[in-house]
């Protein structure tokens, strides 16, 4: 089968005090090839470990993650990641942050050249090629990095608050981005945020955790990404079912986070 | 103490003068320039160029002030260089008195003024001729023609108007004098009774510093373009800072050579980290210069032993440089490039080497200003060239413009390295600072 599988993951963390931290608790997911999936949870309910695992920076103690029918054991070019920010390399320049996956992978620079022009082309930092990062704004920054996930064509696009650190107006530019992107490229995308609207836009699958122990609270599938590409993002906002689903998920996260609140204070 | 008192005086007036200046310039409008707060703000301090230079300035003019240099238009008085007399009255045994008058005068150099021509005095007590070598006093024994002698039981009882009762032959049983030895005011200077009797005679000393404890700029400078010239103790200037510096570079180089893999091993393997760890912990606190009798002992004191010593004081610094860098890549780089599909090498190569190349140089700064001042001293202890031997030569010979000059290309040597050290950071590290 092709596609992304978790076979119900849980991930413990031993501390050194003895206790333990219950990160995720049966964790079980199919994606298919090609799918756009946002993850939304209160902070601490597992997204980064869940992703984490994904790429294969972490093993979970229990369950297995297959991508096309093999077992992931460790980080791959198959799995591409963009971090929130400081994953670029500064000593580069931006061609060369974009032509790195390749390089490594021994692919001769004759052949790489035109696709990282292309793909800078693609994220319209064509005049930028020969800049250094530190140059750069924080969404120009973003997009660097975004070509470069894309130039070793993984089959699995992994995101971790990509547009996290970025004002509101070049958010939303790079949501647009993000969704032409998908569109274009076919690629399996799974993206994790903080903000409701985002995870709207961005998935035509929401994954809502629940933290203590993290596990998939709630699941959506969503029209809007799909209306979005090449669209304006404004435009989709008004959608009214829209603004139902924004509420409905706000309500939800707010009660979790009321929970455990409540349960420290009753803790403490 | 004086002289620091002068040289804060200079820096009042001359912020004083500088603010007044700037108040009648035009405003600049820059964004430091608007801004109301910058008492605490860190980045609206910047070193003003004009302190600088009246800075720099300031310690020439009062070094050549108490020097008496040519250069400086103002100078701290000197010492008295003319002559002088004074009248003294001398008692003989018999309880006899008669009067006389010591001519003295201030000479450059021992036997560089002729003798003081004098003419004999009426009585037993004749007149005296004295030279004194400038910035030293000189002892006149007055009664070296008179006819009754100082053994003979003749004392002097009045100078220059001024009576005594001192009597250097009123001792105790030990043979201590019973009386303090009397301080007279003479016409530019004063003079005192020796507890033999005779006249010390000291010149007005002045304000200025003989060149013997601190030589003049030009005196310097002359020492500089002489030696430059000629070489001092088989050796030319050159090949003296020549030697200092090559010893700097080669140890430094397989301190760096060695302790930058050691560094990255360490902060890449728990092995490696827990091995070395005791070792770099423990040598760090270890002044390289604690160890030049330890190198001594086992590597003699030619070539090897310095090279060895600057090894060992550049190779903790580097390690722990190294180690830092490694410790300080950003995990997310890590993990970005192995995602990218890089090997363990690649991201040695590609993510923790250059990740690590500010540390190291800050770490390489360091390192070169400890071995400078390492070979410096080691030098100084022993060695047949090299910047650190001249000045302990010369100084054995008092030479102090040797020892001056010395010290300057010395310091002015250690700012030019790190500066360097600074250029080649800013060319191959960019992106310090700035990520
Ligand atoms: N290395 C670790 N050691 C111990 N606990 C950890 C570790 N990493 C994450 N955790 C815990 O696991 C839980 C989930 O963390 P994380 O995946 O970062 O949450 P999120 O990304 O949703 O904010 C948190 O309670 C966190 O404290
Ligand atoms: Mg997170």
Redesign the pocket.
């Known amino acids: 089968m092709s596609g992304l599988k978790l076979d119900s993951i849980s991930?413990r963390?031993?501390?050194p005090n003895g206790d333990h931290?219950q990160?995720?608790k049966n964790v079980s997911l199919d994606i298919k090839t090609g799918e756009l999936m946002s993850v939304l949870?209160?902070?601490?309910?597992?997204?980064?470990?869940?992703?984490?695992i994904i790429a294969g920076f972490l093993a979970p103690t229990e369950g297995a993650v297959l991508l096309n029918d093999h077992r992931v054991t460790g980080p791959a070019q198959e799995r591409g990641m963009v971090f929130q920010k400081g994953a670029l390399f500064e000593w580069m320049n931006v061609r060369e942050n974009v032509a790195f996956g390749p390089r490594m992978n021994g692919v001769p620079k004759s052949e790489s050249a035109g696709k990282v022009d292309h793909l800078l082309e693609v994220v319209g930092l064509h005049d930028f090629k020969e800049k250094a990062i530190y140059e750069l704004s924080g969404g120009m920054q973003q997009r660097v990095a975004l070509a470069r996930c894309l130039a070793n064509d993984p089959d699995v696009i992994l995101m971790?608050e990509p547009l996290g650190a970025l004002d509101a107006l070049t958010r939303e530019k790079m949501q647009g981005l993000v969704l032409k992107l998908w569109k274009e490229t076919g690629k399996t995308i799974i993206l994790?945020t903080h903000s409701v609207e985002e995870a709207l836009l961005l998935g035509e699958r929401l994954l809502v955790?629940a933290?203590?122990p993290?596990r998939i609270h709630k699941e959506y599938r969503l029209p809007f990404a799909e209306m979005g590409v090449g669209a304006d993002l404004r435009e989709v906002k008004h959608h009214a079912e829209y603004a139902i689903t924004r509420e409905e998920i706000l309500n939800m996260i707010w009660d979790m986070e009321e929970e455990i609140m409540g349960r420290t204070e009753g803790a403490a | 103490m004086t002289i620091l008192l002068i040289y804060i005086a200079i820096f009042v007036i001359a912020f004083l003068a500088v603010k007044f200046v700037n108040s009648r310039l035009e405003q600049r409008h820059d964004f430091t320039s608007l801004k109301t707060v910058t008492f605490g703000d860190e980045s609206a301090v910047t070193a003003n160029r004009t302190a600088s230079v009246i800075s720099v300035i300031a310690i020439f003019l009062i070094w050549g002030a108490f020097t008496g240099s040519k250069l400086t238009p103002l100078h701290a008085p000197g010492p008295y260089q003319g002559k002088g007399q004074f009248d003294y009255v001398v008692e003989g045994p018999d309880g006899q008195r008669d009067g006389a008058t010591a001519f003295w005068q201030v000479e450059e150099k021992k036997g560089a003024a002729e003798d003081l021509e004098i003419t004999g005095g009426d009585g037993f007590a004749q007149n005296d001729a004295l030279n004194i070598i400038k910035y030293r006093s000189g002892q006149l024994r007055w009664d070296g023609n008179d006819e009754v002698r100082r053994r003979d039981g003749a004392r002097i009882v009045e100078v220059n108007g001024q009576p005594t009762d001192f009597d250097p032959n009123r001792r105790d049983e030990n043979g201590n004098l019973l009386q303090d030895r009397p301080t007279f005011r003479i016409d530019n200077g004063t003079a005192t009774l020796t507890d033999k009797g005779a006249l010390l005679i000291t010149p007005y000393q002045g304000w200025q510093m003989e060149p013997i404890w601190l030589p003049a700029p030009e005196a310097v400078w002359g020492r500089i373009v002489e030696i430059a010239k000629e070489g001092y103790q088989n050796s030319t200037l050159l090949e003296h800072l020549g030697w200092s510096l090559f010893r700097v570079i080669v140890g430094f180089a397989f301190g760096a050579l060695v302790g930058i893999p050691l560094g990255y091993a360490m902060g890449l393997s728990d092995w490696f980290r827990g091995w070395f760890d005791p070792i770099v912990e423990f040598m760090r606190p270890v002044p390289p210069l604690a160890l030049i009798p330890l190198v001594i002992i086992w590597a003699g004191i030619g070539e090897t032993g310095k090279i060895i010593l600057l090894f060992l004081a550049a190779l903790w610094i580097m390690t722990i440089a190294a180690r830092a860098g490694v410790s300080g890549v950003n995990i997310t780089k890590v993990h970005a490039a192995y995602s990218l599909g890089a090997s363990k090498w690649q991201i040695m190569r590609h993510v923790i080497m250059p990740n690590s190349l500010p540390e190291i140089f800050t770490g390489a700064r360091v390192a070169m200003g400890v071995c400078w001042g390492t070979v410096v001293a080691a030098e100084l202890v022993a060695a047949e060239k090299g910047a650190g031997m001249m000045i302990m030569v010369a100084s054995k010979f008092q030479l102090t413009d040797i020892v001056l000059m010395g010290i300057i290309l010395i310091g002015i040597i250690g700012y030019g390295i790190d500066i360097l050290m600074r250029r080649i950071e800013r060319w191959l590290v960019p992106w310090k600072g700035r990520a």
């Open positions: 991930m963390f031993d501390l931290v990160a995720l949870g209160p902070s601490g309910c597992g997204k980064t470990t869940l992703l984490n971790d994790i955790m933290p203590r993290g």
